[in-house]
């Protein structure tokens, strides 16, 4: 079975802090994506790879960036974190685009 | 812009009933529509993906439909259990290129014993 992991289920930081979030995938996918998820907003995209060193923004890319250095991880990172980037984020990974496999997600908490 | 809709309210049927959850969409063309499952604090979990060519497609006591006319996709659980309590999302290819998913908000199911 495809195993998706990610670094934290939980992380407390502080306004300002740089936070940085792993994920990393055991199936040698090509495809890795970072969303959030809050209530009533559902699902969004940030940023999704389709390839090492490649990255597109997806629907709310401000405030974030990301590296992919590894093909097998896929690195999320809030630069200056502020409140509004407290959420449920979700790492999920594909190959051939059928389906996403979804790690457990960080529930972050920024005060 | 491309819009996608799921209930936002809860569905409450009794254990043994068939349910019924519907998605949306608006101002788009998917090839395929694919469906999760979203247990409490867990990510999503694949169940199904169906394409623009397809009417209708099964799994054990799921079943999912795709009306590109009405663009509607409905989700079928038959013989529902209180297992069977989550949030249903469905997703639909943002282009033909298949590079990104969009998500609809999910309908949260409880099936009652």
């Known amino acids: 079975d495809v195993k998706v992991t990610q670094s934290s289920r939980y992380l407390v930081k502080r306004t300002g802090e740089k936070v940085f979030l792993e994920c990393v995938q055991d199936?040698?996918?090509?495809?890795m994506f970072w969303y959030r998820q809050d209530p009533g907003l559902g699902l969004r995209l940030i940023y999704f790879?389709?390839?090492?060193?490649?990255?597109e923004k997806g629907d709310i890319p401000e405030g974030y960036s990301v590296s992919r250095e590894k093909k097998e991880r896929f690195s999320l990172i809030l630069e200056s974190a502020s409140t509004n980037q407290t959420s449920m984020y979700l790492c999920?990974?594909?190959?051939?685009?059928?389906?996403?496999?979804f790690g457990p997600g960080t529930r972050l908490l920024v005060l | 812009s491309q819009k996608i809709e799921q209930n936002s309210e809860a569905l409450n049927i009794q254990e043994g009933k068939t349910a019924t959850l519907t998605c949306n969409y608006t101002?788009?063309?998917?090839?395929?529509l694919q469906w999760y499952r979203q247990d409490p604090g867990r990510g999503p979990v694949f169940l199904l993906l169906?394409?623009?060519?397809?009417k209708e497609k099964r799994k054990e006591r799921l079943k999912v439909t795709f009306d590109t006319t009405l663009k509607q996709s409905l989700f079928h659980i038959t013989a529902s259990q209180p297992a069977d309590s989550a949030t249903y999302l469905c997703?639909?290819?943002?282009?033909?290129?298949?590079?990104?998913?969009?998500f609809g908000g999910g309908t949260r199911l409880m099936v009652k014993p």
């Open positions: 999920a990974s594909s190959q051939l685009r059928d389906r996403e496999y």
């Open positions: 199936m040698d996918h090509e495809n």
């Open positions: 790879s389709y390839d090492v060193k490649m990255k």
């Open positions: 101002n788009y063309s998917p090839a395929y």
């Open positions: 169906i394409r623009e060519n397809e």
């Open positions: 997703a639909l290819d943002m282009n033909n290129a298949g590079n990104m998913l969009t």
